[in-house]
C-alpha cells in the first residue's frame, strides 16, 4: 500500500520552530520528487517546497523563503521540512506529496499562536 504519514506538527509561538517529518511506503521513495503542500483555514492548497528525488534540487514559495528549508533522507524512506521564524500565517493543514499528486498524507495541523 503506497502511503505517506506526516509527524510533528502542533502550536507554537510567534518567531518559534518546527520539524515536520513524512514516512513514506509503499513505493520507490528515493526515485521521487516530493513536495510539502499546505492548506491555511477556508483557503486552497499552497505549495510550499519541491526536493528533487535525490535532494540537490529545492524550491520554495515566495512566502517560505530563508525560513524553512526541505531534506529528505532516501535511506529512512522520510521527507522533512524544518520551519524556522513562524509567522501566524503560517498556520494550517501541512501535507507531504508525490510531486505528481498521486499520494498525498493525511496531513498534520501547524498552528501559530501567541
Known amino acids: 500500500e503506497v502511503q505517506l504519514v506526516e509527524s510533528g506538527g502542533g502550536l507554537v509561538q510567534p518567531g518559534g520552530s518546527l520539524r515536520l517529518s513524512c514516512a513514506a511506503s509503499?513505493?520507490?521513495?528515493?526515485?521521487?520528487?516530493m513536495k510539502w503542500v499546505r492548506q491555511a483555514p477556508g483557503k486552497g492548497l499552497e505549495r510550499v517546497s519541491t526536493i528533487s528525488s535525490g535532494g540537490g534540487v529545492t524550491d520554495y514559495a515566495d512566502s517560505v523563503k530563508g525560513r524553512f528549508s526541505i531534506s529528505r533522507d532516501n535511506a529512512k524512506n522520510i521527507l522533512y521540512l524544518q520551519m524556522n521564524s513562524l509567522k501566524a500565517e503560517d498556520t494550517g493543514v501541512y501535507y507531504c506529496?508525490?510531486?505528481?499528486?498521486?499520494?498525498r498524507g493525511q496531513g498534520t495541523q501547524v498552528t501559530v499562536s501567541s
Open positions: 509503499g513505493f520507490v521513495f528515493r526515485a521521487n520528487t
Open positions: 506529496a508525490r510531486f505528481d499528486d498521486s499520494t
